[in-house]
């Protein structure tokens, strides 16, 4: 079960010595420490009055006080929060005035150490400083890193969830799947599947790498790519993920339209042995990032397709879907147990047949831990 208060009394350690007052807007910090939840996220800007002031506001030493927009309180229903104090703003309310009386509160002097979230406004920055001069700011994410980076027992069950939902929906989009269909088609399915199996929605944009010997690998080009008809051969990668009670999945397979050729079975095997290499080398206590990524990476390189794994091996997550630290070269990060990474290997060819892999792995002691180790052979549909 976790303690929301613990949370916040840690990070009120963290902040003494460091800064006078932080505000942490709704955001994963603020899911993190005090349980206020995310909404899905829109893809345009949507506004309302005072946002700019939206979190909490706290200090090493005063209880916390989570102020919200009243469209943020009431249709966002965070008005239900009780972990922290609230203060709602009406429309009609000054919303420099209720940061003025909440700081005038706390007993901030002319010149606070302010430290904001990563994710605040800008504006949030300049209207401070309109009205504190004198106020120096730091990063509020920063310091809330160190505890976010090593997740506890909770936190890992509930990530083994997000990762047996994520493989439930891809177990039912593997009966969907019929030569002819389109990328279009199998995007929606998996998204579909994935709040059928009881996801809030996708932890990103479900995306899909697909290649083979006449249809070429475009990258970043959605909605050319969505329209594309799939017939053999080709192969088809996935990367998706489930959302559950505030953890992002990560997940990639790879699926063949047709039987494989020699060179398609050739690239899927070496990234299978890439992925099995990089989970045996996550040895906390006995490796950095760097030396996690190698290990994968020689199994590609060795094989003459370096150039084809054309990205980091993986990176840390949880509440976010890309946290740090990052198995890459030049991250020396100590792996220490119970960070979580993705594990995914690729071959990536713009002409030729491609393959991916990635799973969720627990850092343990003696190697890796998957959450998700299902669908380790080549999926063909005939």
Known sequence: MISYNARLQRFQA?????????????????????????????????MHPGAWAEGVWMTPDHPPILVLPRMSAEFGNLASVTTVQLRVMGDWEDPFAVVKDILKTFGIGTAPRIAIGERAYAETVTA????????????ATHLLRALRVVKDDDEIAIMRKAGEITEAAFADVLKQLKHGMTELDIISEVDYQMRRHGSLGPSFTTSMYNSGTHTPLLFGQRQETWKRALTPPVSLLFDFGAVYDGFCYDYGRTVSFGAPSAEQQRVYDLVMASQRAGIAAMKSGAATTTQVDAAARAVIA?????????????????????????????DETPIQEGMMFTVEPSITQFDNFSARVEDVVVARPGGGEPLTSGYQSLIVID
């Open 302 to 330: 060795d094989a003459g397709y370096g150039e084809a794994f054309r990205h980091r091996l993986g990176h840390g997550i949880g509440m976010d879907v890309h946290e740090p630290p990052f198995l890459t070269k030049g």
């Open 14 to 46: 963290l902040l003494s010595g460091q800064a006078d007052v932080a505000l942490i807007p709704v955001s994963t910090d603020l899911q993190y420490l005090a349980g206020v939840p995310r909404d899905i996220p829109n893809f345009g800007v949507t």
């Open 128 to 139: 401070l400083h309109s009205f504190i001069p004198g106020a120096t700011f730091s990063n």
